[in-house]
C-alpha cells in the first residue's frame, strides 16, 4: 500500500514538471544593433594610423593578414610595378583587394526575469511600434570614387627596403564637384584659388596630381591648407605621380580611406608603388591583379567604392605616403628643412634665474 501511494505522488510530480515545461516559452535570435557610432572629425586618407599615426609594421615586411593572397616577398619587401609605359615603370606588392565579406549571424539574447527563477527571451515580448516615421538617411552631396569597369594594367614585384618605418612625406588632395568645391572654399571665389601647379612634394622632389584619362590635370584649387580637384560625375581619373629626383621611392597611395592595393583601410604599414628615378606613375584604380585594375570613376557618395565596402566616412580624400630607400641620399623632408630654418646661433642668449637651494 505504501508503495502504490509513493508512485502516484512520483506521478503527480511528473506530470506537474511537465506541464510547467510545456508552458516555457522558447528562446528567439535577436540582432544585436551594428550601427556605427557618428563621428565627427574630418576624412582620412589613412584611417588604419588615425590613432597613432607613427605607428608601422617593421621595415621590410609584407603585412599577410593585410592581404593574405600577395605573393611571397623577398626579404627585404617587394611593390608594385606601374602601368605601362615600360618607362614609367614602378612597383606593387599586393594584389586585387578582397571583396567585402557578410555581416556575421545575428547572435542569441536571453535574460532571466525575477519571477520563478523561469527564463525569458529579450524578444519574447511584442514588439511596441514607433511614435515616429522610419526616416533613411539622406544622400549626401558631392562625388565619390565608384569601382569602375576592368582595364589591363599590369605590375611586376621589385625589392625596396624603407629608410625608415615613417614616411618622410605625406600629402593629401581633396575632391569634390564644382558645387562642393565652391562650398568647400567657404565663400571665396574660385578664381582666386585656381592653380595650374600640382601638389609639390618635400621641396620639388616629387609632384602628385589628378589627371583625367588624357593626362590632362583636373581643375585644382590650392588654399592655405589643401589642393582640391575637381570632377564630375561619370568621368574617369587617375593619380599622376612624378619624380623629379634620381632616388627611388616608394608610395603609399589611399583613395577614400581605401588602399589602391587591396582595397582595405589605408596604413601607413602597407607596400606600395615604386617611382624610379626621374620616371612618372600613374595610378589608374583599384588594382583587381597583376594585370588588371577597377579604373577610378567619379560618381555618388551612396555608389562610391568605400560605401560599398561599408563606410563612406573617408570618401573624398586621397592620400599619398612617400618612403625614402635605405642607403640613398638622404630626402630633404620639409620638417627638416624647417629645422634647419629655424635654427637659433644663440639659443641661451638671456640669463636664466639662479638655482633656489
Known sequence: MRTQHSWSILAVGLLAAACGAAGKPEAEHATPDTTPPATTDEPNAFPENAP???ESAPEGE???????????????????AAPTPPSNAAHAAAPAPASASPRGAARSAGESSGAGGASRSASA????????????EPERPGLGTTWGETMASRVSNAPFERASSNPFSLTTIRYNDSTGISAMLHGGSPVAFRTDSAA???????T??????GGNPLPTFATGRDNLAQGEV?????????????NRFEAVVTVDGLDVIDGRPGSLAKRGYLLQPFATVDIDGFRQS??????FRFGSVRGSYAAQKGSDRNVGVIGVALFGERGATPVWSEREIERRESADPFPNRFASPPVVR
Open 234 to 246: 561619370g568621368q574617369r581619373y587617375m593619380i599622376e605621380l612624378v619624380n623629379q629626383s634620381a
Open 200 to 206: 609639390v612634394v618635400s621641396n620639388g622632389l616629387v
Open 125 to 136: 515580448e511584442p514588439a511596441k511600434k514607433s511614435a515616429r516615421p522610419f526616416d533613411l
Open 208 to 213: 602628385v596630381r589628378l589627371v583625367d584619362a
Open 290 to 295: 597583376m594585370d588588371e585594375v577597377a579604373a
Open 52 to 54: 597613432t599615426p607613427t
Open 62 to 80: 609584407l603585412d599577410q593578414e593585410e592581404a593574405p593572397a600577395a605573393p611571397a616577398p623577398p626579404s627585404n619587401a617587394p611593390h608594385a
